[in-house]
Structure formats: C-alpha cells, structure tokens
C-alpha cells in the first residue's frame, strides 16, 4: 500500500501533547516545508501546553480536547481504552475539517485507537532504533523511556526512528532512521559502577535532548519528504522506500 499517490502537496495533521518540537522543527529548518507537504492543522489533549503557541505563531489552526478532563467526566482511569476510544471517536471529528493525508504524532502521549488508526496512516518519531531486535525477534527498545534503557544496556550509539504506528505499540514498520549519535561509554560505565543515578539521569536527558533536534527533526522531515512523493509503500511489517525495503537511513 503507498502511503500517498496524488499530484499536490501532502497533507499533515500534527498531535501533540508538549512543545511540538518535531513541527518546530519542519517549520523552521526544512526546506521542502511547504512545497512536498504542509501542516494544515494541530490537535492536542493539553489546551494549555506550549505547542498551541507554536503551531497557531505558524499559522495552524489548532484544535484541542483536555484528557484528563475527559476522564474525569467519565469517571475512568486515563488507561481505561474503551473510554480511549470515545475519545479519540471525538478528537477524529474535531480534526475531520482539516482533509488530512496523514497524521503526525509530534511528542503526543497517548495511544491511539481504532477511530484515529482506521481513518489516517499515522507515523511517529520514537527515539530508539527500532530495528534492533533480540534473539526472538522482538523489538528490544520499545516503551517509554528507550534512550536510558538502551544507555544503560550497554549500546554504543542511538538511532531515532521514524515509524507507522499500528494497533500495537512501537511495532510498525520503520520509514526512516536517523544519523547515529555515539554514547560516551567510559563515563556512562564509570556513572554505572560507582552508582551515580542522578549523573546517570542527567546524561541521558543531554543525550536524547541531543537526538531530539539533531536526529528525530530531520528524520521526520526526510520521512514527510519520501511519503510526500509516493516513494513510501507498507508491505506487512516492512516499510519499502522505492520497492526495496527499509528504513531509509539518514548516515
């Protein structure tokens, strides 16, 4: 399935939960912003948080729908998934205006569900090499906190990668992955082995804020760049960039 085939600019829809930093990103240091794809409007479950400001300084309409205040009308835990669903069943109305290709999950927190996923491919930038996969092929460094986790194990470098997001969580297939970034290993070791956890914590925080502007932004924007111009397929759980498989990789 080719993920975009039509003769005009795609059309991007940016969730987020934060700052948005993947469109500050496109919007300030991508050239083909604008000309292969452009952002035709935001959604966020955090109507206060500093993305609004971003998207809407860049003229992008942005609409919003509080979480946890959705929750709380329901009397439900954020991980109940079948209140997810009515949910995100609202957050597909509110962005249906837009006429989106594609969405894009910019730093959004939360899992998506059946009413989002069967309307629009989605893909999102996850800050670890999703392509690393132990001895039964399962994905290694998936969840929430994958830099520290891949730091701690003892890589040598991280990867950002770009991927379709699916039912289940960090298992699409990989689009894109970023340049590597080199892991300091004497000093991640000697913080290691004399227990320096809030040093340790440190790192990782400099190391993925590192990725975030050098690694996740221009992945993201080569990925948008490749969808844009057809040259994007999914076949199963491969990803082929001009009928050979994937990732693209950005060095």
């Known amino acids: 399935m080719t993920l975009f085939d039509a003769d005009r600019p795609l059309r991007v829809v940016v969730f987020f939960s934060g700052s948005a930093s993947g469109f500050r990103y496109l919007a300030t240091n991508?050239?083909?912003?604008?000309?292969?794809?452009?952002?035709?409007?935001?959604?966020?479950?955090?109507?206060?948080?500093?993305?609004?400001?971003?998207?809407?300084?860049?003229?992008?309409?942005?609409?919003?729908?509080d979480i946890e205040a959705f929750y709380a009308e329901h009397d439900a835990d954020t991980g109940n998934m079948e209140v997810r669903?009515?949910?995100?069943?609202?957050?597909?109305?509110?962005?249906?205006?837009?006429?989106?290709?594609?969405v894009l999950l910019?730093?959004?927190?939360?899992?998506?569900?059946?009413?989002?996923?069967?309307?629009?491919?989605?893909?999102?930038?996850?800050?670890?090499?999703?392509?690393?996969?132990?001895?039964?092929?399962?994905?290694?460094?998936?969840?929430?906190?994958?830099?520290?986790d891949a730091i701690v194990t003892g890589e040598t470098e991280t990867r950002s990668s770009v991927h379709a997001v699916t039912v289940d969580v960090d298992a699409g297939p990989v689009i894109v992955r970023s340049k590597p970034f080199e892991v300091?290993?004497?000093?991640?070791?000697?913080l290691i082995e004399f227990g320096a956890d809030d040093a340790l914590r440190d790192y990782v925080d400099a190391h993925q804020e590192w990725m975030k502007w050098e690694g996740d932004g221009p992945a993201i924007a080569r990925a948008l760049q490749?969808?844009?111009t057809g040259r994007v397929e999914l076949d199963g759980k491969t990803a082929r960039i001009d009928g050979e498989p994937g990732p693209y990789d950005l060095g």
């Open 30 to 65: 991508d050239e083909r912003y604008g000309d292969d794809y452009r952002v035709v409007g935001g959604f966020t479950d955090d109507p206060d948080c500093p993305g609004v400001a971003h998207l809407e300084n860049q003229g992008v309409p942005v609409e919003s729908n």
């Open 85 to 102: 669903e009515e949910f995100d069943e609202r957050t597909a109305s509110l962005v249906e205006d837009f006429d989106a290709d594609v």
């Open 106 to 148: 910019s730093g959004y927190m939360w899992i998506l569900t059946d009413p989002i996923l069967r309307s629009y491919p989605v893909v999102n930038v996850h800050p670890a090499d999703l392509t690393i996969e132990d001895e039964d092929g399962d994905r290694v460094y998936v969840g929430a906190d994958p830099v520290y």
């Open 184 to 190: 300091h290993r004497p000093l991640v070791d000697g």
């Open 226 to 228: 490749l969808i844009a």
